[in-house]
């Protein structure tokens, strides 16, 4: 196998990994605050308790998230030095910018966080806890931001020729506020409230359905739920500007997200169908003109297609981009059913009653990270075959020395590692979940005031 393809490869494997943790760590925070100042507001003890238990998870997947991000800074240089030539003026802003306004502003809560329970008072805990939380945002900016700017280039020149040449900023806010670099953090972070949102509901709804913790859980799936209920209906409105987005900037995306050929028509908007990159063709369910109407607002304007581009300009996976893209669009419609029939039997005052809906949720779970992975596949396999949009491709981004035997090394060993840190993530996970929200202390006097409740009765 080509050694492109392989580091390619591991970069995607390394990354997804990654991937599974910040957004829980961004969606527990928004969580954790939430419950926090509901105990602040109403001094219900189950809030504070609850605010304990989601601490100590994600406690847990930020210091995963931490070690597995690491990795990636070594192999940009290791298998893409001139990748990290190239745009390592533009990065280094970015990261350094993380480094002061994001991971400064969240280690430095975060041994409060943890740790000042009982030691700080309540207020200077919030403020932790807000801080940790805020940290984790503004990382997804600095990082979004980055990953962005390869997308759509802005506020910079070329400096040098040929393998020399680099990108040098010239405008820091324009690199900043780059053409598609808000619309696509709003979209990751929705994602990742929902990917909080979701492991909260699945726990209190296993819970639930196993009769442990009921009132407290009661308390927290409610919590969740307006959560996934907000920001699953909100994903709607961020889908449809990134995509518009995608259609101004990177129409050769668009076009390979939803398999359209002809060089200049309208174009059919797919429910679900199968792409034959010979045949130029797709077979499935489709709106005709629909991706014309919701680009444009009008079935009848015409939309350049994938001929439209030269064909070493177009990406090659289209089938893969095309599955990606319609089940993160699936996913994404699936949350907000959920959502909606949870809300519906909530005002009928019968949620809990619903146990096929609980159990529907156990399982939910998995869905917003699925989403949030096919997201990030078919936003990076449409960029192709582009490393940095229209500027550097990736087959001229590699490092000259690696081989491609040191990458399948790499590749087998960070497998092996990251096998044991997943299932050490889940043996720790599925622990904390057992053990129940109440420490042994809040359990022991949760138990003395039942056996009050008892004799009194």
Do not use: C
Request: no cysteine.
């Amino acid at each position: 196998m080509e050694v492109e393809i392989l580091a390619r490869i591991q970069f995607a494997f390394t990354v997804a990994f990654h991937y599974i943790y910040p957004p829980l760590s961004i969606g527990l925070g928004l969580l954790m605050v939430i419950m926090e100042g509901l105990y602040l507001w109403t001094k219900n003890k189950e809030y504070e308790i609850l605010a304990r238990f989601w601490t100590r998870i994600f406690a847990l997947t930020f210091g995963i998230g931490v070690a597995t991000g690491i990795v990636m800074e070594f192999e940009f240089g290791t298998n893409w030095a001139t990748y990290s030539r190239y745009v390592g003026d533009v990065f280094g802003s970015a990261l350094a910018a993380e480094g002061i306004f994001a991971f400064a502003l969240e280690s430095g809560f975060l041994g409060v966080l943890l740790f000042g329970w009982n030691r700080v008072k309540p207020w200077v805990h919030f403020v932790s806890t807000i801080g940790v939380f805020l940290g984790s945002m503004f990382s997804a900016i600095w990082i979004v931001i980055a990953n962005s700017w390869q997308q759509t280039p802005a506020g910079y020149h070329i400096v040098g020729e040929g393998m020399n040449a680099r990108a040098e900023i010239t405008d820091f806010w324009a690199m900043v506020f780059n053409p598609s670099s808000m619309d696509r953090l709003s979209h990751v972070w929705l994602g990742a409230f929902l990917a909080g949102a979701f492991l909260v509901l699945s726990v209190h709804a296993y819970y639930l359905l196993k009769g442990r913790f009921v009132e407290i859980s009661q308390k927290a799936f409610k919590i969740a739920l307006v959560v996934a209920l907000i920001f699953s209906l909100g994903q709607l409105f961020t889908g449809h500007q990134s995509a518009h987005g995608v259609s101004e900037n990177q129409p050769a995306k668009l076009a390979a997200m939803e398999g359209h050929f002809d060089s200049l028509a309208t174009a059919d908007m797919y429910i679900m169908g199968w792409v034959d990159k010979e045949k130029q063709e797709v077979s499935g369910i489709a709106i005709p003109n629909g991706l014309s109407f919701l680009t444009h607002g009008s079935f009848d304007e015409e939309i350049k297609g994938l001929n439209a581009f030269p064909e070493n300009e177009r990406p090659t996976a289209l089938n893969a981009i095309f599955q990606f893209y319609h089940l993160m669009v699936a996913i994404g419609m699936m949350l907000i059913v959920l959502s909606l029939f949870a809300g519906f039997f909530w005002w009928r005052g019968t949620l809990f009653q619903q146990k096929w809906l609980l159990t529907g949720f156990v399982w939910a779970v998995f869905l917003p990270q699925l989403a949030n992975q096919f997201g990030w596949y078919a936003a990076e396999m449409g960029r192709q075959p582009w490393v940095v949009y229209g500027l550097l491709r990736t087959s001229d981004a590699l490092s000259e020395a690696v081989t491609a035997s040191q990458v399948w090394f790499s590749l087998i060993m960070f497998t092996f590692i990251y096998s044991i840190l997943f299932l050490l993530f889940i043996y720790l996970l599925n622990k904390k979940i057992k053990h129940g929200p109440y420490e042994d202390n809040d359990r022991s006097e949760r138990v003395r005031q039942r056996e009050m409740v008892d004799v009194v009765s």
